[in-house]
């Protein structure tokens, strides 16, 4: 064997130990931030395409294919569809009061954006009430916490 051969091995491990080998980082489709009056309201979720979610900054966990696929979808919503030239809820930037008596308020930032909501404002598109269902179940079920 040569004597190179050790040095370019090494070189070889060093490499592949800097870049990794899991590959590039999935994309985010959204973070969730939630806040609120009650217990356990504080949460912080990062959904990734490839259907995980980081809980409270921890590790990923896996999510179900129907909540990835509603998670898509709402991304979609979010930041809009350039094919049909639909401007999306977080392009417009969305951001609704709370109503009297709010218990749990939402931040939810994309890649166009940012929108803001709580359980009692008024007004909400549809994509909201998705968001705060598919927030609950992920937290309940991948992140098993209580809310």
């Known amino acids: 064997m040569p004597r190179r051969a050790p040095h370019a091995f090494a070189l070889l491990l060093a490499l592949v130990a800097a870049t990794g080998c899991s590959g590039p980082r999935p994309a985010d489709l959204f973070v969730v931030q939630r806040s609120g009056s009650i217990e ?4 912080t979720l990062r959904i990734t395409d490839d259907g995980g979610v ?10 179900t294919s129907a909540q990835l ?20 809820l977080a ?4 951001a609704l009061k709370p109503g009297v ?9 994309s890649e166009q954006g940012t929108v803001a909501f709580s359980d009692t404002s008024a007004r909400q598109p549809q ?4 968001l705060a269902k598919l927030t ?3 937290a309940r079920g991948a992140c098993g916490l209580p809310r």
């Open 101 to 109: 008596i709010t218990t749990l308020s939402y931040r939810v930032r």
């Open 136 to 138: 609950r179940d992920i």
């Open 54 to 63: 980081h809980c409270n900054g921890g590790g990923r966990r896996d999510i």
């Open 69 to 88: 696929i509603d998670a898509r979808e709402l991304r979609r919503e979010l930041d809009g569809d350039q094919d049909k030239q639909q401007v999306g």
């Open 40 to 43: 356990g309201a504080r949460l």
């Open 91 to 94: 392009q417009r930037h969305l």
């Open 127 to 130: 994509a909201f009430y998705r």
